[in-house]
């Protein structure tokens, strides 16, 4: 049997703990079943891992950079403002519910815990994706799209917030209410609030 590189090893551990999370929720997520699932030692998984904040972590970086990835899609492809955060709604609420709130329950995790660090690096996703729906909204404001006195901050959490309503009904829901069969409404909701 070939030996797995670092990365391999790594990547192979952090999928492995996102499917324990997805099929058996956070608290399956243990340094002992991902070695059970994964066949291999847990003093390897250590070599790899400190512990399992630090997996934890891994799966948040994850996690950001795929959300990342999927909501640059829409704003590469459309050239109005309205229609990319029409479809950056559209895609983090798709993208999360193939994930089953992943980050949600991470979150809920690191409160529970009261972990400051694992909440700070989630606030920085948070703070960083804002940030991207805020510079769309700059944009479509400069266009004369917005209300001339809408609150740019307020606007960027409020778009975030809505998508993190479905996700959380989606999760309370035991996953039976998909965040986008909510969209057209939230999406609807939203635009009156901001158009001019």
Not at 17 to 27: P, S
Not at 92 to 106: C, E, N, P, V, Y
Not at 175 to 188: E, G, L, M, R
């Amino acid at each position: 049997m070939e030996r797995k590189s670092s990365n391999e090893r790594k990547k192979q551990i952090i999928d492995i703990a996102t499917g324990l999370i997805l099929h058996e929720g956070v608290q399956s997520l243990t340094i002992k079943n991902i070695s059970k699932k994964n066949r291999i030692s847990e003093p390897a998984i250590y070599r790899h891992f400190k512990n399992k904040r630090a997996i934890l972590v891994a799966l948040i970086d994850n996690f950001e950079h795929s959300l990342m990835e999927a909501i640059d899609q829409p704003i590469r492809h459309h050239k109005n403002p309205l229609d990319r955060l029409r479809e950056i709604m559209k895609t983090h609420m798709i993208f999360t519910q193939d994930r089953k709130g992943i980050l949600f329950a991470i979150t809920a995790e690191s409160i529970h815990f009261n972990d400051d660090f694992l909440r700070r690096k989630i606030l920085g996703v948070i703070e960083r994706y804002k940030m991207k729906i805020k510079e769309i909204l700059y944009e479509a404001k400069k266009e004369g799209l917005l209300s001339e006195d809408i609150n740019l901050d307020a606007v960027s959490l409020t778009f975030f917030g809505l998508i993190q309503a479905a996700i959380v009904q989606f999760a309370l829901t035991n996953y039976t209410v998909p965040p986008i069969t909510k969209f057209q409404t939230f999406w609807n909701v939203f635009l009156r609030g901001i158009k001019k």
